[in-house]
């Protein structure tokens, strides 16, 4: 494929950029009164809001071009068909067979298999959270503790705090850090009898997860003895010999495959510490929500395609409009953990400099997302989205429905979701400050030294995506939608989102710097910094 940037498409699309750059989204309001209908999609129980983007017919129309000349078509097709999307590691990214039901022909290769881990996994759980299945002392388990990071932590780590309100198994916990901090005080609160730990890892090497788990290990067996490892410790991996070389039997050892990236596992096995903590209907309400979002990927036309939508807009945002990063503000506190998941899935997926075929790509990749709780993040980092020099792109995702009983709190937080998107949209001109000021009584002196600092540009896009409430199924649609989201600003870009070569140097680094290995070749600062925290004595290797 030639790169994205010299296609007659991607220049329509620039001269679009350049026609729209002077146009307000004020304006655009008020010159088309039809505005909040053309630009609003709903599926799968959702709603799009993209009228609050700073586009028009004509730019969605040529984002539309742009996405066929990529061959958008085709490469989700390449994707759902199971091949070699993934090309540097030679490798399917069958996540959408995770969630399939047991019948569907697409899948049937790997059908067979996904549903014979689910059944296991669902079977074990019943019988952990019935009490049928007891600690080594013949008690029930209370507590679960699942040891993993990245995917194997950030998905089932961010489900279960969305659904806490649906939680109705053992208490479920998570440690990533290899920071002790994260471990020690929870293993001092927690009893060995009643602790089941999972330890979750594709590769079953990862120094963080495989140090925690060395560590709870200690810690159960000084409590009950080596004999109860069989009983507590469960593995989730791809890597049967590093399982059984840990000491944790095959009966308690939950499978997955190559073809199943960590950032998009939770809908494997990894998924166990959610199906323990929630019940497995709720699983399968979370696959099925998923498995809808990604037949309404594979079928709706662009205009209708949410995933597509969201990832023209993102690319609109990123290499046209120059957007300095992707805010993603929830306005529900049971998602806080969005953030952080959502970061891995498209930092981990889209953050790269080389094309498909390894050529340097010209062009912006996936821009910093962050964010956080949309009312919180209002008494904080809003400043920066409504005044600051550089303009972000942000997500408002709101829940309609509340699953508490505050009903006027739920009103004032949707409020306060609107108010935001309305503010970043239309901002406040100076004539309209003034006119503030003056009512208030301030003199002119005054509001001259005021004013500037209390205008507001405004023009700032945002897409307000709303669901009905937050239960499993919509939020596996949301999830499958922000991952088929990063799939299609992959293809735009023309980079493969399913490997991660950039995380291996820094832990070949620090392998290095722990067995003091090859140090000659470390650079002076790295040598004085490790002599200076005490990684080393001298200083010298
Ligand atoms: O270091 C990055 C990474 O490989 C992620 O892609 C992955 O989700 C995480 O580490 C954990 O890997 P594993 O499941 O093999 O422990």
């Avoid at 599926?43 to 586009?55: E, S």
């Avoid at 400099?353 to 912006?364: E, K, L, N, T």
Wanted: charged share 20%; hydrophobic share 45%; with cysteine.
């Amino acid at each position: 494929m030639i790169s994205p940037v010299k296609t007659a498409e991607w220049a329509q699309v620039r001269a679009h950029a350049q026609r729209i750059a002077p146009l307000h989204l004020r304006q655009m309001f008020a010159d088309d009164p039809q505005r909040d209908r053309r630009f609003w999609v709903s599926a799968c129980g959702f709603d799009l809001d993209y009228a609050k983007q700073r586009v028009d017919t004509a730019v969605m129309q040529a984002l539309f071009a742009l996405a066929d000349a990529a061959q958008l078509g085709a490469w989700r097709q390449r994707l759902y068909e199971g091949q070699w999307v993934n090309n540097t590691e030679q490798r399917a990214a069958l996540h959408m067979a995770l969630r399939a039901p047991r019948e569907d022909a697409q899948f049937a290769s790997v059908c067979a298999e996904v549903h014979t881990v689910v059944d296991a996994m669902r079977v074990f759980s019943a019988q952990v959270r019935d009490g049928s299945l007891r600690g080594a002392d013949g008690r029930a388990f209370t507590d679960v503790i699942n040891l993993g990071i990245g995917g194997s932590d950030l998905g089932p780590r961010m489900v279960c705090a969305a659904l806490a309100d649906d939680q109705d198994g053992p208490r479920v916990h998570f440690v990533a850090n290899v920071d002790g901090a994260e471990l020690h005080p929870l293993l001092q609160r927690l009893e060995p009898a009643t602790t089941l730990i999972i330890v979750t890892s594709k590769s079953f090497t990862t120094q963080e997860t495989i140090a925690n788990a060395r560590r709870a290990r200690q810690w159960l067996v000084q409590a009950l003895g080596e004999s109860a490892v069989a009983d507590h410790f469960v593995a989730i991996s791809t890597h049967h010999a590093e399982v059984d070389a840990f000491g944790i039997t095959r009966a308690r050892t939950f499978g997955f495959w190559e073809w199943v990236g960590g950032r998009y596992s939770l809908w494997s096995a990894v998924g166990l510490s959610i199906m323990l903590a929630l019940g497995a209907d709720r699983f399968d309400a979370l696959r099925a929500g998923a498995y809808a979002m990604d037949q309404h990927f594979l079928t709706a036309p662009h205009a209708q395609n949410l995933p597509v939508l969201l990832g023209l807009l993102g690319v609109w945002n990123r290499n046209f409009l120059r957007c300095d990063s992707q805010i993603l503000a929830p306005y529900a506190q049971r998602l806080e953990m969005l953030v952080p998941w959502l970061q891995q899935l498209e930092m981990e997926s889209n953050g790269k400099g080389v094309d498909r075929s390894g050529h340097p790509v010209a062009y912006d990749t996936t821009p910093a997302l962050w964010g956080g709780i949309g009312c919180n993040g209002q008494h904080a980092y809003f400043q920066m989205l409504h005044q600051g020099p550089a303009i972000h792109a942000v997500d408002f995702v709101l829940p309609i429905a509340a699953r508490h009983p505050y009903a006027e709190m739920h009103q004032m937080l949707k409020a306060n979701c609107l108010a935001q998107s309305a503010a970043l949209m239309r901002g406040k001109t100076a004539d309209e400050v003034r006119a503030e000021l003056l009512a208030s009584g301030m003199d002119e002196a005054d509001i001259r030294k005021a004013l500037p600092h209390r205008v507001f540009a405004g023009n700032r896009p945002s897409n307000t995506l709303l669901m009905p409430r937050l239960d499993a199924w919509h939020l596996g649609a949301l999830l499958a939608l922000y991952e088929h989201r990063c799939f299609v600003q992959s293809v735009l870009w023309n980079i493969n989102p399913f490997d991660q070569w950039g995380v291996e140097l820094g832990k070949q680094l620090a392998k290095q710097l722990l067995r003091h290995d090859h140090l000659a070749e470390m650079d002076a600062s790295t040598r004085a910094l490790a002599a200076r925290v005490g990684l080393w004595g001298s200083g010298s290797d």
